[in-house]
Nanobody
Framework: QVQLVESGGGLVQAGGSLRLSCKTS????????MGWFRQAPGKEHEFVAA????????YYADSLKGRFTISRDNAKNTVYLQMNSLKPEDTSIYYC???????????????WGQGTQVTVSS
């Protein structure tokens, strides 16, 4: 049974930082691209970042490049999202997702976590 469990969300002031983690089990982690998405109330899932399994190529939403950094530790079956210089508009539920291939389309991802809430106060 595949499980993805996010953690690290919370309440932070604008300009602050958070590091999200997503620990996986039940899949061959290093063969999967891991993605982070976010969903604000009333909106669709928005691509944030992804990292491939083998060569660890990283992909970012253009609007977030430079503030967010995705990384992975294949030995720990865990993917991370470091978020710096947070803004109130970053407030969302953040989800990690897994797929054998890279895509920025959430519909392409096979497995999803339950999400973690990030709230940025002004």
């Amino acid at each position: 049974q595949v499980q993805l469990v996010e953690s690290g969300g919370g309440l932070v002031q604008a300009g602050g930082s958070l590091r999200l983690s997503c620990k996986t089990s039940g899949l061959t982690f290093n063969t999967y691209t891991m993605g982070w998405f976010r969903q604000a109330p009333g909106k669709e899932h928005e691509f944030v970042a992804a990292i491939s399994g083998g060569d660890r190529t990283t992909y970012y939403a253009d609007s977030l490049k430079g503030r967010f950094t995705i990384s992975r530790d294949n030995a720990k079956n865990t993917v991370y999202l470091q978020m710096n210089s947070l803004k109130p508009e970053d407030t969302s539920i953040y989800y990690c997702a897994a797929d054998p291939n890279y895509s920025s389309d959430p519909a392409s991802y096979d497995y999803w976590g339950q999400g973690t809430q990030v709230t940025v106060s002004s």
